[in-house]
């Protein structure tokens, strides 16, 4: 069996989790293989919306696991919230939530850094989340971090002690004002109560799972334009979020990467600083805002709207090797008068480009617009043929312009609100 991975393909909050809970009946394990609490996953059904940080989006299904790869940075206060917040529906995550014994610890002090190195960016900030995720990807890297099998260990709170020492004698050399009492005493609490959870040698996990010919749908966490490698550095994250990350992040061989499902909102969105070339800065941005009710799902900060930037897609789909993919918020258009679309760049010395330059953070580009007749308001129908004529307009030159099959348009935040095109 291979691993099939869905991702976004713009700069995160596509509606990735609506569309795995979405998904998630087809699927025997749900696996997250990035990213940790900067990610905020929305699923809506039944009345119910609920928003997921770490935990997998198939925890809402039966009969499916939920697996935390070796990949994740993982914050066990906030996961010990996410699982007890989850009580109150009946779920137990303690019989299907699987974590990689080498997911690496978000300690306190890691938030901590992350809020003193942003303060110290200044205006050249990158709008972190301020969840810890830079300065505990960069302790993974120096070989200095602490893994989730580690809390098993009898030394674990010296280990930890030792690390935190470290962290804070940089805050202080910041001159950065904290009070750890209260922020160490949750996170020895939190230690204690994930210890009762099932931690495993995940590589051996989810190769068992694949020779039980169970299926698997890798969940991405932010977006392909925040990729460390291939997004717009340094206003990125800290881990790869392309498709090749799912490999490294569940420790399976690339060879076992199936399908590749490439979402992405038939506009843009963004949050934090970075170029966004075809962000509306007036009325229209505005608009697009409101309709989309977007507004951060893990921070609550507005987020920059603009138009759908086809170069910047075909890239997002290049480096992914997307095989298919899911064309998510169609019904926030329907309150547009004119729609547009972005199919090249203008550079400042008047060429023409649909390659993104290595330059993007320092030169003005033009995006060059094409526009399309709004739809009306799309209703409950989940029929392809019944969508507004001017919507499938949009999709089918979408289509030709990416080259890639559009085979789910999401019309609504609910998981009713999803339209198969080949059902
Ligand atoms: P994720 O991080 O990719 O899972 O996306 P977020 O949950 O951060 O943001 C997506 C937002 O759009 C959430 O509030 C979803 O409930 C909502 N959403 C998802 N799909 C649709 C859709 O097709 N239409 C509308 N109006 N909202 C949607
Ligand atoms: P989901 O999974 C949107 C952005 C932050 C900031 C940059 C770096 O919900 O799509 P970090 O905290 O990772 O150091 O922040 O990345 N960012 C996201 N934007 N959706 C996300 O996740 C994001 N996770 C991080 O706003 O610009
Ligand atoms: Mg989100």
């Not at 949009?394 to 019309?411: G, R």
């Amino acid at each position: 069996m291979k691993v099939d991975v869905l991702l976004g393909l713009q700069w995160g909050d596509e509606g990735k989790g609506k569309i795995v809970d979405y998904l998630a009946p087809k699927y025997d394990v749900v696996a997250r293989f990035q990213g940790g609490p900067n990610a905020g996953h929305t699923l809506e059904f039944d009345g119910i919306k609920h928003v997921l940080h770490q935990i997998p989006s198939g925890i809402f299904r039966n009969n499916i696991k939920n697996y935390i790869g070796n990949g994740v940075v993982l914050d066990l206060v906030i996961l010990r919230k996410e699982i007890e917040a989850l009580f109150k529906y009946n779920l137990k995550p303690i019989d299907n939530l699987y974590i990689s014994k080498k997911t690496q610890l978000i300690l306190p002090t890691h938030r901590l850094l992350d809020a003193a190195y942003e303060k110290l960016k200044g205006k050249h900030k990158i709008g972190s989340t301020l969840k810890g995720i830079g300065p505990a990807y960069q302790d993974k890297v120096a070989r200095i971090g602490l893994r989730v099998g580690d809390i098993l260990r009898t030394d674990f709170e010296e280990r930890c002690e030792k690390l935190s020492k470290k962290h804070e004698d940089l805050l202080n050399s910041l001159e950065f004002e904290y009070d750890l009492t209260e922020l160490k005493k949750e996170f020895y609490d939190a230690v204690a109560f994930i210890k009762k959870y099932k931690l495993v040698d995940g590589e051996y996990f989810i190769s068992s799972q694949l020779d039980q010919r169970k299926t698997v749908i890798a969940e991405g966490a932010q977006g392909s334009l925040l990729d460390i490698d291939f997004g717009n550095y340094p206003f990125v994250t800290s881990s790869n979020t392309t498709a090749a990350g799912a490999a490294i992040g569940l420790g399976i061989a690339p060879s076992l990467i199936g399908h590749v499902f490439g979402i992405f909102k038939a506009y843009c969105t963004r949050v934090g600083s970075g170029p966004f070339p075809t962000e509306l800065l007036d009325e229209l941005g505005e608009k697009l805002r409101a309709e989309g009710h977007e507004y951060g799902a893990t921070t609550g900060r507005p987020r920059r709207c603009g138009w759908l930037d086809l170069p910047a897609l075909k890239y997002a789909i290049m480096i992914n090797g997307v095989s298919k993919l899911f064309m998510m918020k169609a019904d926030v258009l329907s309150g547009m008068d004119k729609i547009n679309v972005c199919t090249s760049y203008k550079l400042p010395d008047g060429s023409i480009t649909e390659k993104i330059p290595y330059e993007i953070n320092d030169m003005k580009i033009e995006p060059q617009m094409i526009e399309f007749d709004s739809w009306p308001e799309i209703g409950d129908t989940t029929v392809y043929s019944e969508l507004p004529e001017n919507l499938r307009k949009y999709v089918d030159y979408l289509e030709s312009a990416l080259k890639v099959p559009i085979e789910i348009i999401s019309t609504g935040p609910d998981r009713k609100n999803t339209v198969l095109r080949n059902p």
